[in-house]
């Protein structure tokens, strides 16, 4: 399920993130920070709409442009409210997703396929978070400290953008890998990198066997938000089952996005569908506009938790969705 | 032994999932279990010790009796957890001292103080009211069950003897 695009390029982007992101090594490629969770709303879930409203204004200012064809935007609430309220009145089409972590990816796929389709010339596509917003969703009360474990990920805050178009830029969305829900009998919680790590080493095994690739292909793989200890796990299957070295060019999001030695209620790192399309959207569109990486290869990991399945004792399925960049 | 053993086996659906288990076991997240429950042995040592001091000089100066004084004590915790949990340090407080706060009736107080917090927004009826429980209902629920349980026990074992 890789399909390789001709004419999809990366626009522009925009970033705008929360307090704790602020104080992870990416401050300066950030366009807005925030230092609170309120972001002048009453309520944290008013917050996080308002960012992807304010990110959606941003971009369209950045990029000179009034209107977009197609919108396709995805969070972690329920009905994924923070998309369909922030984006109403943007676009003359929307496409509300849902992958958890891995929306991000799936966004900017679903759009290159239209624009290389040329149904449309342009599309935004957005991804939000909020830590508190997704606490309330998936864990406890936000005021309640239950102690977390060491591998527990910490839901990033902020919404991210981008515009994808038709028009020749320096960056190009080059091919695209479509992933497919695995189970590998996992059914930790407070472990999402362990849930995870499978979609992300099936995603990679079949974009390298669909492309012919190898690792050494890209400057970078970064998967999205496996953590410290999902980071590992990924290396080293890797290696040992299908023999692919990916010691010297691979990192994941949610290890990037923090400063884990100082921040140390982050735990095992970022998650959240905005961890890695903050960390994409910024610093690693700024390498890649720079020239200082050629060909990126960013993997989208999600995990499809639903509380409800989880205590009706299912497991926890995970998803992953490949994205391949390069400087033109 | 055995029966873990087992078990992990019957989970474990496949070869492909048994190599996963392995490489990802190797790749676990450091717990520092045993440090944990000391400080939790400490933490909530200590709160038994405070609630001792707390029931022994309500009976020294207003001379109540040792179930009052006890009571006033319990009506006391519940009141300072739940205000440092609206002022918002007490999620903190529990991140340091580990379960030594949560197992007291602290704890308690702090579930249904957190639950209520979190769902002002929804408004009086369907936020609060319908949610403060949440995390609290269990306790009292299974809470009177027992104690209905064992009360019957105790009861029908006074009347054989």
């Known amino acids: 399920m890789t399909f390789s695009y001709k004419n999809v390029y990366l626009g522009d982007t925009v970033t705008i993130c929360g307090p704790y992101e602020k104080k992870g090594p990416f401050r300066r490629y950030f366009d807005k920070v925030y230092d609170d969770f309120y972001f002048g709303e009453d309520s944290f879930e008013k917050g996080e709409i308002k960012l992807v409203r304010e990110a959606l204004s941003m971009i369209l200012k950045k990029v000179g442009k009034k209107e977009v064809d197609l919108v396709i935007g995805g969070d972690l609430l329920n009905q994924i409210v923070a998309s369909t309220y922030g984006s109403a009145g943007v676009g003359k089409g929307f496409i509300g997703i849902y992958g958890a972590c891995s929306s991000s990816a799936l966004g900017m796929l679903i759009a290159a396929n239209f624009i290389e389709n040329r149904q449309v010339e342009s599309a935004l596509c957005f991804v939000s978070s909020h830590n508190l917003t997704s606490e309330r969703q998936f864990r406890y009360p936000i005021e309640y400290g239950a102690p977390r474990p060491n591998s527990s990920t910490f839901t990033a805050t902020g919404a991210a953008c981008c515009f994808l178009t038709n028009q020749k830029t320096k960056v190009r969305l080059e091919c695209a890998t479509l992933g497919k829900i695995i189970d590998y009998n996992q059914n930790d919680p407070n472990d999402m990198g362990r849930v995870m790590a499978p979609a992300a080493i099936d995603t990679l095994k079949t974009h390298f066997e669909e492309t012919g690739r190898v690792p050494k292909d890209y400057d ?35 290890v990037m996005l923090y400063d884990l030695e100082k921040q140390k209620d982050i735990h095992a ?42 205590y009706q004792k299912e497991n926890i399925d995970s998803i992953c969705h490949a994205i391949s960049l390069e400087v033109v | 032994m055995i029966f873990f053993v087992l078990d992990k086996l019957l989970l474990v659906k496949n070869m492909r999932d048994l190599k996963y288990e392995k490489i990802a076991n190797s790749h676990k997240a450091p717990e520092k279990k045993f440090q944990n429950a000391l400080i939790a042995f400490f933490s909530g040592g200590f709160l038994g ?20 004084s006890a009571t006033y004590m319990i009506v006391f915790f519940i009141f300072f957890a739940s205000l440092f949990t609206a002022l918002g ?8 001292f580990k379960c030594g706060l949560i197992i007291p009736i602290t704890g308690f107080a702090h579930s249904m ?19 403060m429980f949440k995390l609290a209902g269990s306790v009292i629920l299974y809470g009177v069950l027992s104690a209905w349980f064992f009360g019957t026990i105790r009861y029908l074992i006074g009347v054989i003897g």
């Open chain 2, 113 to 131: 103080t957190s639950s209520s917090l979190d769902y002002r927004t929804e408004g009086p009826i369907y936020g609060i009211g319908s949610n």
């Open chain 2, 49 to 68: 010790f405070l609630a001792e001091g707390i029931i022994e000089v309500l009976m020294w100066k207003f001379e109540l009796s040792r179930m009052i």
């Open chain 2, 89 to 96: 340090f007490f999620d903190q407080w529990v991140a340091k």
């Open chain 1, 269 to 310: 790192g970022g998650s959240g569908p905005v961890c890695s399309a903050l960390v994409l959207y910024s610093y690693l569109y700024e390498q890649l506009k720079k020239g200082k990486y050629k060909r990126v290869l960013f993997l989208a990991t999600g995990a499809l938790f639903s509380p409800m399945m989880l």
């Open chain 1, 220 to 254: 970078l793989i970064v998967t999205g938000d496996l953590g410290v200890y999902g980071k590992e796990i990924v290396k080293e299957y890797m290696s040992s089952v299908y023999h692919m070295d990916l010691n010297d060019n691979y990192n994941d999001c949610g």
